[in-house]
């Protein structure tokens, strides 16, 4: 007889989530649905007859993890809403700014992973604050490389968390020099140091998902191979920044992308028939607790191609580079293969960087409202956001955002795997979850959103 | 360790920038981690799934008053907590949830976002968007010493987060506007261009040496008004500036 | 009183021993001094500082500029700036009487331009500004740690631009082109004409040109400065010069061991420190009752504090 636990709220990732899984007498998932029981604040909605240039540096504030993706997509979408090419210097600006937050997000999405996971060699479960060592180095390490991508975003980007340099035309300075000299410094020191890190992450991702049991609450659960394995397919739209709809050929076509609601993808009413006190930490959801995540998710389901898709780090490596890893241990050491490209890519953009060329366009217009998206590469995925201008009011706005494509696919992904381990397979998705709730369907009655855009 | 004080972190409707601000302190966090402060509860860095009894809360967002579950979760800090600290512009001032109007899929209905201090009471305000990692350990340090510390340190953590609590008094709306109607208005402006550089979206420009502001771009998160120099002067405080400037900096060494 | 003066460790009457560089200093070129041996010896990577329209069109990537029409900015219009070199500062030197908002580049100085110690000149509320930006940073993030060298500026008020010019133009009947100095000193405001005339105000015409801000300040020697300077209390062509913090002790120690500045002690000079005392008084005790009248100001309203 299958039994449903729940799993509310998540840890260690942003937002607020939770997991409902029907489980067989084994344990062993059935069905899980992950949910985000975060409340929308509805900033699509919210942006309409705003100007396009507020609706962005609202946009940046939906997620303080990843707001450099959605200030960028929003200030792109509405650029290619308006046709407005920029110069190249304010897209190098804003490259290195890119980079400089999946610097800063690797690392502290090693922090929250990294309590999962064992030190080499011991029985012990890592706690990425405590003073003792080899993890303080770690720590110390992993705080460093957050400053160098904070303080490298802080230059380009005018502030780290919510970036102030850009706007819709460009960037509102250049750097100078010695600013430039300062970035390709920070940039070197974490290289190394990125080296080191990804090294570190990987050895340890594969001596946990190497392991045949794992402890989870004093529980000795046994560790499949196939662990977070699914079948969906993968999505990302450049090998590190994006596109948009400017592109001479852009790397994601809207006529592929429909969007359904949880009421289709998402189990009914149901009650708590398992409970397990042991589970870290507090527990599960009491028994007999009423849950029901068709009505109680958050986000949409957006289909690309009519089936949800994976974004993210491996969904890169797996389109530009031919990474064959699947499962939760192939995820997680995408996201570290990715660590050193970051700064690779970085100085890149730094030696291409003019610090005495104009980063405002020329000319920005008004816009006539035609549709434009753009497409940033999240460090969790793909972040795509449409918009149409007119006048300089935003007429439509709509965030299809990186945890919002993970929400179906991880949902399938958590098939096969034991229950305890349910929130291993979410974190290897780097949830974001307060990004996630703030898509907005244009049709209720065909749940079709990219036919009604592109008319 | 007995003599931390013990935090807890809510998170509501904001964006997790708060938290990565705290995280900013980078070295530091593991040092006020190490010796001052036992983190109870918080949702993205620690693993408490529960809100927890402790000495000082921080709370990051504003609160969707159509979600019961949030409404609980502020009531519940509230009672678990002795001192409860408004972080970042979200729980302040509401900050761009104060735009929110509802409407949008999968929950339509969640269109009333209040800031926190007007379902509870709040001790201590930290505005601004995001707020500043220099400044959540300021006041994490003073919460320290107002707790644990001395008379005389005690003295002096009531003396610093003295204009916070008067923030917090003083309501929970602030937006460019503040600095028109209770600065330039109250002809206390003396154009030092302070609020131009606190503004954290590039709202505000220095016209001919008065503060001019873009109201279109405005996020409402109080950064401006709460820097200026002419929203609060603590002399008796801000003339120490180099004995406690380094007494911080010691503590975190 | 006795506080007027607020702390410091020491002061002297000084001048620079750069005599190039005293040509263009308002009277004894310790800011542009001070800062010119900050830069070379790294103890500042760049400096805030009061520039103008002739070095904004010089140097456009290094201002703040605000939305005037460049080609409509009037001369003595100053424009807050980041210099480098000593040749910047020369640039940017002297004082131009009406308000230029340092503080707005405080942020973006550790951002665009990339400086990790930042020098700043500002009047006593600026230095407030920065002294709270430091102890409270609420939208100054990681801005306190970079500050390596304040200096302020003795103040008795500022002037919006427009009162400058009114001044000038109207009072001192001289096309702001054309003047090349102004000054406030020995109870008048002074203006040099670039063809050696010279004109001076009775102080009590500028008054109701002054900046209604600065009636409550309550500081006239920049207390919170690392190191402060004005002409006040030393002869023409010397400044007085207080040390106030470690900072601004360690800056001036060295400058002087590098020759930087002649000295006298100030207790030798005449006006010195008493004429500095009683000005600061004047200020303080007028700017007190202007305080004091804030608080009965309407029929049982007050107007705001900003201090209690």
Redesign the interface.
């Known amino acids: 007889m299958s039994k449903v636990v729940e799993i509310s709220p998540t840890t260690r990732h942003e937002g607020h989530s939770k997991l409902v899984l029907k489980v067989n007498d084994q344990g062993i998932i059935e069905t899980g649905n992950w949910c985000s029981i975060t409340p929308v604040r509805g900033v699509e909605k919210l942006a309409v007859g705003k100007t396009p240039e507020q609706v962005p540096k609202i946009a940046s504030r939906v997620c303080g993890i990843c707001p450099i993706a959605h200030c960028l997509a929003a200030t792109e979408a509405m650029e290619a809403s308006i046709k407005c090419e920029i110069p190249n210097d304010a897209k190098m600006l804003r490259h290195i700014l890119q980079l400089a937050n999946r610097c800063h997000s690797i690392a502290l999405h090693d922090i929250l992973i990294l309590p999962d996971f064992y030190i080499p060699g011991t029985e012990t479960k890592i706690n990425p604050f405590t003073a003792e060592e080899p993890v303080r180095s770690v720590a110390k390490r992993i705080q460093r490389l957050r400053e160098i991508g904070q303080t490298i975003g802080q230059i380009a980007g005018g502030d780290c968390i919510h970036p102030r340099n850009t706007r819709i035309g460009g960037m509102y300075r250049n750097v100078s020099e010695q600013a430039k000299t300062k970035m390709y410094d920070l940039a070197k020191e974490g290289l190394t140091l990125s080296h080191q890190q990804a090294e570190f992450m990987i050895a340890v991702i594969r001596n946990y998902h190497n392991r045949d049991f794992v402890d989870v609450g004093g529980m000795k659960v046994p560790m499949p191979k196939t662990l977070g394995y699914h079948n969906q397919g993968y999505l990302a739209t450049h090998a590190f920044y994006g596109s948009t709809s400017m592109d001479e050929c852009p790397s994601w076509d809207i006529n592929r992308f429909k969007e359904a609601r949880p009421y289709d993808w998402y189990m009914g009413e149901m009650e708590v028939t398992l409970e397990e006190p042991k589970y870290p930490i507090g527990g599960t959801t009491k028994m007999g607790t009423k849950v029901n995540p068709q009505m109680e998710a958050c986000t949409g389901i957006p289909m690309y191609d009519g089936q949800p898709v994976e974004v993210g780090p491996r969904a890169r490596l797996v389109r530009y580079k031919n990474f064959d890893m699947k499962g939760t241990k192939g995820q997680n050491i995408a996201r570290e293969m990715e660590y050193q490209d970051c700064f690779y890519e970085m100085i890149d953009c730094i030696d291409a960087l003019n610090t005495s060329g104009k980063v405002v366009a020329d000319y920005i217009p008004n816009g006539d409202g035609s549709l434009g998206w753009a497409s940033n590469e999240a460090p969790r995925g793909t972040d795509v956001h449409i918009a149409r201008v007119n006048d300089w009011k935003v007429q439509y706005f709509s965030m299809l955002v990186p945890t919002t494509w993970n929400f179906a696919t991880c949902s399938k992904a958590l098939e096969g795997a034991p229950w305890q381990l349910a929130e291993v397979i979410m974190r290897g998705y780097d949830p974001c979850v307060s990004c996630a709730t703030h898509m907005i369907v244009l049709d209720e009655e065909n749940k079709m959103i990219a036919q009604k855009l592109i008319q | 360790m007995a003599d931390k004080i013990t935090v807890g972190y809510t998170h509501l409707s904001g964006c997790t920038g708060c938290t990565v601000a705290l995280a900013d302190n980078y070295a530091g966090l593991l040092t006020l981690l190490d010796k001052y402060v036992d983190l109870k509860y918080m949702p993205t860095l620690a693993d408490a799934r529960h809100i927890q009894q402790v000495d000082v809360s921080f709370v990051e967002g504003s609160v969707c008053i159509n979600d019961k579950l949030a409404v609980e979760e502020i009531k519940e800090t509230r009672e678990k907590s002795a001192i409860v600290v408004a972080l970042g512009g979200c729980a302040c001032y509401g900050n761009i949830t104060r735009f929110s109007r509802g409407g949008q899929q999968n929950q339509p209905a969640h269109e009333a976002y209040l800031p926190i201090g007007d379902l509870i009471k709040v001790d201590v305000y930290i505005p601004g968007c995001a707020p500043t990692p220099q400044m959540i350990r300021n006041v994490a340090v003073m919460a320290y010493l107002l707790l644990k510390g001395t008379k005389e340190q005690k003295d002096l953590a009531t003396a610093f987060l003295t204009p916070l609590m008067k923030l917090a008094a003083a309501g929970t709306s602030a937006c460019f506007c503040e600095l028109m109607t209770n600065v330039i208005n109250q002809g206390l402006c003396m154009g030092c261009g302070t609020c131009a550089a606190a503004c954290p979206v590039n709202a505000i420009t220095m016209e001919y040496g008065k503060p001019q502001g873009e109201r279109d771009l405005c996020i409402k998160c109080g950064a401006c008004y709460s820097q200026c120099p002419r929203s609060f002067f603590n002399t008796d405080v801000i003339s120490q500036y180099e004995a406690i400037n380094e007494a911080i900096m010691a503590a975190l060494q | 009183m006795g506080a007027e003066l ?2 410091y460790k020491s002061c002297v009457s000084a001048r620079s021993t750069d005599k190039e560089l005293l040509k263009h200093a308002q009277d004894g070129g310790i800011v542009t001094s001070l800062f010119a041996f900050a830069l070379e010896e790294g103890i500042i ?2 400096a805030i500082v009061a520039a103008n329209k002739e070095f904004a069109a010089k140097y456009p ?2 201002c ?1 500029m ?3 029409n460049f080609d409509m900015i009037e001369p003595w ?2 424009i ?1 700036a980041i210099v ?1 070199t000593k040749a910047e500062l020369i640039a940017a030197a002297g004082t131009k009487y ?11 100085a ?7 110690k930042i020098g700043i000149v ?2 006593p ?2 230095m ?2 920065v ?15 970079s500050i390596a060298l304040a200096v302020g500026i003795f103040c008795m008020e ?1 002037f ?3 009162s400058i010019l009114q001044l000038v133009e109207d009072h001192a009947a001289m096309k702001l082109e054309s003047v090349k100095k102004m000054e406030i000193g020995k109870g008048k405001f002074w203006v040099y004409g670039k063809r050696g005339q010279v004109v001076q105000l009775p102080l009590k015409i500028t008054h109701k040109y002054e ?8 500081d006239y020697v920049a ?2 400065a690392d190191v402060s300077t004005g002409s006040v209390g030393s002869p023409d062509g010397w400044s007085t010069v207080m040390v106030r ?2 900072i601004g002790d360690s800056v001036w120690g060295k400058a002087m061991a590098a020759g930087c500045f002649e000295t006298q002690p100030i207790e030798k000079v005449k006006p010195g420190l008493e004429l500095v005392t009683k000005l600061a008084n004047e200020k303080i005790t007028k700017n007190k009752k202007t305080l004091e009248g804030r608080a009965t100001f309407g029929v049982g309203k007050a ?2 504090n ?2 209690i």
Not at chain 3, 98 to 108: A, F, T
Not at chain 3, 131 to 144: E, H, S, T
């Open positions: 607020g702390n990577d760049g990537s290094k703040m605000d939305n005037s219009r100053p807050p480098n009406n308000i230029s908002p340092n503080v707005s580049l405080l942020k973006e550790t951002r665009s331009f990339g400086l990790d500002g009047t509320c600026q407030q500004a002294r709270k930006a430091q102890l409270y940073p609420i939208g100054m993030r990681d801005v306190g740690a500022n919006p631009y427009q900046q209604p801000g600065c009636h409550v300040c309550l207390n919170l913090s470690k107007l705001r900003p201090y």
